[in-house]
C-alpha cells in the first residue's frame, strides 16, 4: 500500500464543504450570550493547539507503526473537528481511522502526511468563515 492508495481512501464527496455552517450557526446560537464569535475563535484556537500537539503524536506513532495510537489519534482529532463543524477534516478523519485495518499492513507515514494536510486546509477555512 502506497500514498496512491491512501488518495484513493480519501476521495471525499466534492460536495462536501470544509466548514459546515449550519454547525457554527449552532455554536454562535449557544455562544451568543458570551459574544459568539469570540467564544468560538476561542475554541477553534484551543482545538488547533491540542490538534498541532497531536498530530506530532500521530506522526512519530506513525514512524513506529503504532496503529493503536494513531487511530486514537484520528479518532480524537475527527471528533473535536466535527464539533467545531470542520465537515471535510472529520470525514478524513473518519475514513483515516477505516483505512489501515482494511488495508492490512501499511505503512502509517503517508496517513499522518494526508491528516497533517487535510487539518492545514480546514485550519484556513474556518478562518476565513470566522475571519479572524
Do not use: K, W
Not at 492508495?5 to 458570551?34: F, G, M, T
Not at 495510537?69 to 475514513?95: D, E, F, K, M, P
Not at 487535510?118 to 476565513?128: G, M, P
Request: proline share 3%; aromatic share 6%.
Amino acid at each position: 500500500m502506497d500514498e496512491s492508495d491512501i488518495a484513493a481512501c480519501l476521495r471525499l464527496d466534492p460536495r462536501l464543504p470544509e466548514v459546515d455552517h449550519q454547525r457554527v450557526e449552532v455554536l454562535q446560537a449557544l455562544a451568543s450570550e458570551a459574544d459568539g464569535d469570540a467564544f468560538i475563535g476561542e475554541l477553534f484556537e484551543l482545538f488547533c493547539q491540542e490538534s498541532r500537539a497531536q498530530l506530532g503524536l500521530l506522526q512519530r506513532a506513525a514512524v513506529d507503526n503504532r496503529l493503536v495510537q494513531l487511530s486514537a489519534t484520528v479518532h480524537s482529532i475527527g471528533g473535536a473537528a466535527g464539533a467545531l463543524g470542520l465537515a471535510r477534516l472529520c470525514a478524513t478523519c473518519q475514513a483515516l481511522e477505516q483505512y489501515p485495518s482494511a488495508a492490512g499492513a501499511v505503512a502509517l507515514e503517508p496517513c499522518s502526511a494526508a491528516l497533517a494536510a487535510a487539518f492545514e486546509q480546514a485550519y484556513q477555512a474556518f478562518r476565513d468563515e470566522l475571519g479572524c
